[in-house]
């Protein structure tokens, strides 16, 4: 029987930050190929501070309603819980707007931003 | 007549106290420091790491370097090489959920973290990737 590690509990202990999960083998091989996926996916900027995706060189302020930002921290801290990357609300933010930009067509942004009929009596 | 298999002695015991060691850690021991450039006392750092995962869990096995390379992006797409050595231990479950267990492999991963400069210490318990990044004394 399969005995369920509890994750949280270890984090706790180590005084670590949970970061996702990975496929872990013994031997040697198992050993590159673990290091090379962990470099690629949780490699740390030499500056510091967390791990970010290396294509996102770009910095912007975006102006958030505080409702949105509530359900983007609610998001992310769930994602962490469930064992998931140690994201962070705009991390997520970010990743929506990429995933979102990618499948938008240009009659989606006309819709968008086109002033919404009201519905007449 | 079919013979019975005999449980090897302590097998039973072993269960009762935290099962087989089936569940793998790894400990990657950086060869750069945080900078990319200035080298750690690695030999060092990999000893003490076999002393303390022997002391702690019993024994692990660190395997030769691995040689890797990244570009770094965020300062003008500089190549940083990295040689880590990687350790496996292989521990019971109980044991790697025990409290003095865990404060002694923090303990140590902290230690490592602030002396040879690191900006993260990483650290695989079972399948899941864990980062220590506070590396203040108790």
Not at chain 1, 3 to 18: C, P, S, V, Y
Not at chain 1, 110 to 120: W, Y
Not at chain 2, 66 to 74: H, I, M, N, P, Q
Request: charged share 30%; proline share 5%; aromatic share 6%.
């Amino acid at each position: 029987m399969k005995t369920q590690l509890n994750m949280d509990k270890i984090a706790k202990g180590l005084g670590a930050e949970r970061q996702g999960r990975v496929a872990a083998t013994g031997g040697y091989f198992g050993a590159m190929q673990l290091l090379a996926a962990i470099e690629a996916r949780f490699r740390v900027p030499s500056g510091g501070g967390r791990p970010t995706d290396p294509a996102w060189t770009e910095r912007r302020l975006l102006p958030l309603a505080p409702r949105t930002l509530k359900k983007l921290e609610e998001i992310a801290a769930k994602i962490r819980e469930h064992g998931g990357a140690n994201l962070e609300p705009m991390q997520l933010a970010a990743l929506l707007i990429e995933k979102t930009t990618e499948k938008l067509s240009e009659e989606d942004a006309e819709n968008l931003v086109r002033p919404k009929r009201r519905a007449s009596r | 007549m079919v013979k019975k298999r005999r449980r090897p002695a302590g097998t039973r015991q072993r269960a009762l106290t935290g099962g087989r060691k089936r569940v793998l850690v790894v400990l990657f021991v950086p060869s750069v420091e945080r900078d990319g450039k200035t080298p750690v006392d690695q030999a060092r750092w990999v000893d003490a790491a076999l002393e303390m995962f022997g002391r702690v869990f019993g024994g692990a096995t660190a395997y030769p370097k691995a040689k890797g390379v990244w570009r770094d992006d965020e300062r003008g797409d500089v190549l940083v090489k990295d040689e880590p050595v990687v350790i496996h231990c292989y521990t019971t479950p109980a044991d790697i959920q025990d409290d003095r267990s865990l404060a002694d492999l923090g303990a140590f991963c902290r230690k490592m973290g602030r002396e040879a400069r690191q900006g993260e210490i990483g650290l695989v318990v079972g399948d899941e990737y864990f980062a220590i990044r506070d590396f203040g004394e108790e």
